[in-house]
Antibody
Framework: QVQLVESGGGLVRPGGSLTLSCAAS????????MSWIRQAPGKGLEWISY????????QYADSVKGRFTISRDNAKNSLYLQMNSLKSEDTGVYFC???????????WGQGTPVTVSS | DIQMTQSPSTLSASVGDRVTITCRAS??????LAWYQQKPGEAPKLLIY???SLESGVPSRFSGSGSGAEFTLTISGLQPDDFATYYC??????????FGQGTKLEIK
């Protein structure tokens, strides 16, 4: 079955950097677009970035544009999110999600928490 | 950018009730709408896609309807496991992919 497992979250100081990973299994990873979605404590869901199956297309929410970089390694069945210049408002749980070919999120990881605080 | 507005924000109901959650888009999105259920500490779970298609394994008491800019999620015969937060999500265009603000379904 489809499995997505995020890792790499933790506590980081404002202005710092962190790289999240998402290990995929149970499907042909290279066939699917993938996204990162986050959730601030007690708040709703915010899509932040997607990457096409062969990394040709990447999009970002305005809130992270210029600071976050999405990437993938299809040989390793892995998705990444490089986060730089972190702010307190980046605190939350970060989920990776698989996109159905019509673009809804049909599978989600369990999430990895990121806390940006001094 | 397309905005998604859910109502109500909070809904109190009892086991066995029929409840409806509404999601409105700021412009037409066709039928490109999904609904997700999220329980505390868990990842969201896909319930409905393309406005009314039930995801495999989701109980038939969940149903979705609508097209254009107004959509509903209906749960017929609430079960204890259904008390959670529900989100709508448009995927018609990269807008970029907004979610509704969520509807918390609470036990009355």
């Amino acid at each position: 079955q489809v499995q997505l497992v995020e890792s790499g979250g933790g506590l980081v100081r404002p202005g710092g950097s962190l790289t999240l990973s998402c290990a995929a299994s149970g499907f042909t990873f290279s066939d699917y677009y993938m996204s990162w979605i986050r959730q601030a404590p007690g708040k709703g869901l915010e899509w932040i970035s997607y990457i096409s199956s062969r990394s040709r297309t990447k999009q970002y929410a305005d809130s992270v544009k210029g600071r976050f970089t999405i990437s993938r390694d299809n040989a390793k069945n892995s998705l990444y999110l490089q986060m730089n210049s972190l702010k307190s408002e980046d605190t939350g749980v970060y989920f990776c999600a698989r996109e159905d070919p019509t673009d809804y999120f049909d599978s989600w990881g369990q999430g990895t928490p990121v806390t940006v605080s001094s | 950018d397309i905005q998604m507005t859910q109502s109500p924000s909070t809904l109190s109901a009892s086991v066995g009730d029929r409840v409806t959650i509404t999601c409105r888009a700021s412009q037409s999105i066709g039928s490109w709408l999904a609904w997700y259920q999220q329980k505390p500490g868990e990842a969201p779970k896909l319930l409905i896609y393309k406005a009314s298609s039930l995801e495999s394994g989701v109980p038939s008491r969940f149903s979705g309807s609508g097209s254009g800019a107004e959509f509903t999620l209906t749960i017929s015969g609430l079960q204890p496991d259904d008390f959670a937060t529900y989100y709508c999500h448009q995927y018609n265009t990269y807008s970029p992919y907004p979610f509704g603000q969520g509807t918390k379904l609470e036990i009355k």
